[in-house]
């Protein structure tokens, strides 16, 4: 018999295995990351009351200018293994200013800290990128 693999359906598992032990609250919500494609998006939860504090993506109006500006910045050089691709990957460089972008949003709406759901994901590449962005911006985590 020949089994397919669905790998949708596998990030799913995954997620809700991670999500058994993850969980926002009102003082540290959930910093939840989807990837598509081609786009990112994240959201800051509060698992609680079960609200959208803060949103951002690739798509949003403010996005463009953010990307710009670090598309020609280099990375530092404390930066993971896992972000290696910065400065050479257009979407890694997408990630981390959706990472950036979420930041700006949370700490006007007053979050500082938060919990990390990778989403099933591995912490690699643009994942990890928007967590090096989120982190650059000013979130703990």
Avoid: C, W
């Amino acid at each position: 018999m020949i089994k397919k693999h669905y790998a949708n359906q596998a990030r799913l598992r995954r997620h809700r295995r991670v999500r058994k032990k993850v969980a926002g609250t009102s003082t540290r919500p959930r910093l939840s990351v989807f990837r598509s494609g081609a786009q990112m998006y994240a959201q800051i939860i509060d698992d609680l009351r079960g609200h959208t504090l803060v949103a951002a993506s690739s798509r949003d109006a403010d996005f463009a200018a953010l990307a710009k500006a670090l598309s020609g910045k280099p990375a530092p050089e404390d930066a993971p293994d896992a972000v290696k691709g910065i400065l050479t990957n257009t979407r890694v460089v997408q990630a981390r200013a959706v990472g950036q972008l979420i930041a700006q949003r949370a700490k006007a709406a007053g979050v500082t800290q938060v919990v990390f759901d990778r989403g099933g994901y591995i912490y690699h590449g643009r994942v990890a990128a928007l967590a090096y962005g989120a982190r650059e911006g000013g979130l703990d985590f």
